[in-house]
T-cell receptor, first 113, second 111 residues
Framework: DAGVIQSPRHEVTEMGQEVTLRCKPI?????LFWYRQTMMRGLELLIY????????DSGMPEDRFSAKMPNASFSTLKIQPSEPRDSAVYFC???????????FGPGTRLTVT | GDSVTQMEGPVTLSEEAFLTINCTYT??????LFWYVQYPGEGLQLLLK?????DKGSNKGFEATYRKETTSFHLEKGSVQVSDSAVYFC??????????FGKGTRLHILP
């Protein structure tokens, strides 16, 4: 079975540009999570969806960040405009009910110059 | 609120040494507890879990026992290998069903 799929795996962009990260959860999972990982702050939950509905977006750092889940098999995390401090590895994870084992994707390494 | 505290790393050990990574938690009720592992360049993956007091989770030679009296879930392995070098995260399932992760402990195993 395919795991969680994220694209792109690496993204390098200039400050001020729009960045869109993509995630395809495991089929049959109804919860999806976006995390950000940096050396300084560790692993941070940005937002999570249950049945395509955003449940908790309290971790989204600023209005520059937005996330959508138009259907059960696709989600995006958008940063507009991007800033150098957004440089991090962004992970998507999915699970069946939200409190059960989460399966992580390989991550997108974002570098904003 | 719910939280997880784990020992800071990095932890450096020689191959075949005994490993302990401490983890304590704060939560109301009886949360499920997890250990996740992150190998270089990869996402986190579940290593083991325990859902109630005195349960022992185990996988790949790693073990952790859910100790409610000490609110702990320490990770142990009797003989580590170089391939165990990774970052280990302790986590719990909170009341609102979110998974709360610790900050992670980096483990280096020397041959």
């Amino acid at each position: 079975d395919a795991g969680v799929i994220q694209s792109p795996r690496h993204e390098v962009t200039e400050m001020g540009q729009e960045v869109t990260l993509r995630c395809k959860p495991i089929s049959g999972h109804n919860s999806l999570f976006w995390y950000r990982q940096t050396m300084m702050r560790g692993l941070e939950l940005l937002i999570y969806f249950n049945n395509n509905v955003p449940i908790d977006d309290s971790g989204m750092p600023e209005d520059r960040f937005s996330a959508k889940m138009p259907n059960a098999s696709f989600s995006t995390l958008k940063i507009q405009p991007s800033e150098p401090r957004d440089s991090a590895v962004y992970f998507c994870a999915s699970s069946r009910p939200p409190g059960y084992e989460q399966y992580f994707g390989p991550g997108t390494r974002l570098t904003v110059t | 609120g719910d939280s997880v505290t784990q020992m800071e790393g990095p932890v450096t050990l020689s191959e075949e040494a005994f490993l302990t990574i401490n983890c304590t938690y704060t939560a109301t009720g009886y949360p499920s507890l997890f250990w996740y592992v992150q190998y270089p360049g990869e996402g986190l993956q579940l290593l083991l879990k325990a859902t109630k007091a005195d349960d022992k989770g185990s996988n790949k030679g790693f073990e952790a026992t859910y100790r409610k009296e000490t609110t702990s879930f320490h990770l142990e392995k009797g003989s580590v290998q170089v391939s165990d070098s990774a970052v280990y995260f302790c986590a719990l399932r909170g009341r609102d069903d979110k998974i709360i992760f610790g900050k992670g402990t980096r483990l280096h195993i020397l041959p």
